[in-house]
């Protein structure tokens, strides 16, 4: 079974620059999460999707973040925007039933 | 609110002996619990989950965790630690009644030696 794929997996900007990451979930996961890790920190829930409705985003920054999910099944993830503060590791995961199973990341640095 | 805590930031072990890995949570109703391990440029691979059922919980690589109610600890262990098994550990909790956000501790480093 091919995992959560998401790119890039690397990114630098300047700050005051956009920038996007795509997600790919595991087939036929109908929910999509987005965390965002900061170094020395645990994984923390920016946006989740159940099929292309939004359950919570309570903690996304919607100045300046935004995120979609068109048709259910890939999402992107945009920043604009970017601030020195969002350098961190950016975490698509994916579910079906309990378990989340999580993507490589994209390792983003804002200059 | 929900929220978990790991209460050592590094754990220290020589190989073949035992480990374990501490956490507590909090949530408001019976909870879901969760074990992840992060290796260095890699993304978070699931270990194991309780849901219900037996307290003892086995999962990959070796690993178990028990549920514990009364204290509200779901502690990480392993018979006998490798030097492979050193990599940074992730408790994560969520609500079982709603499809709430899984929460997750700071982490802690696990550190084997020869």
């Known amino acids: 079974e091919a995992g959560v794929a998401q790119s890039p997996r690397y990114k630098i900007i300047e700050k005051r620059q956009s920038v996007a990451f795509w997600c790919n979930p595991i087939?036929?996961?109908?929910?999509l999460y987005w965390y965002q890790q900061i170094l020395g920190q645990g994984p923390k829930l920016l946006i989740q999707?159940?099929?292309?409705?939004?359950?919570?985003d309570s903690q996304l920054p919607k100045d300046r973040f935004s995120a979609e999910r068109l048709k259910g099944v890939d999402s992107t993830l945009k920043i604009q925007p970017a601030k020195l503060e969002d350098s961190a590791v950016y975490l698509c995961?994916?579910?079906?039933?309990?378990?989340?199973?999580f993507g490589p990341g994209t390792r983003l640095t804002v200059l | 609110a929900q929220s978990v805590a790991q209460p050592e930031d590094q754990v220290n072990v020589a190989e073949g002996n035992p480990l374990t890995v501490k956490c507590t949570y909090s949530?408001?109703?019976?909870?879901?619990l969760f074990w992840y391990v992060q290796y260095p440029n890699r993304g978070l691979q699931f270990l194991l989950k309780?849901?219900?059922?037996?307290?003892l919980v086995k999962g990959s690589y070796g690993f178990e965790a028990e549920f514990n109610k009364s204290q509200t600890s779901f502690h990480l262990k392993k018979p006998s630690a490798l030097v492979s098994d050193s990599a940074l550990y992730f408790c994560?909790?969520?609500?079982?009644?709603?499809?709430?956000?899984?929460?997750f501790g700071t982490g802690t480093r696990l550190q084997v030696t020869l």
């Open positions: 995961a994916s579910s079906s039933v309990g378990s989340l199973f």
């Open positions: 087939s036929g996961h109908a929910t």
């Open positions: 999707f159940q099929n292309n409705g939004v359950v919570d």
């Open positions: 949530v408001s109703g019976n909870p879901y």
């Open positions: 309780y849901i219900t059922g037996d307290n």
């Open positions: 994560a909790v969520r609500d079982a009644g709603t499809a709430s956000k899984l929460t």
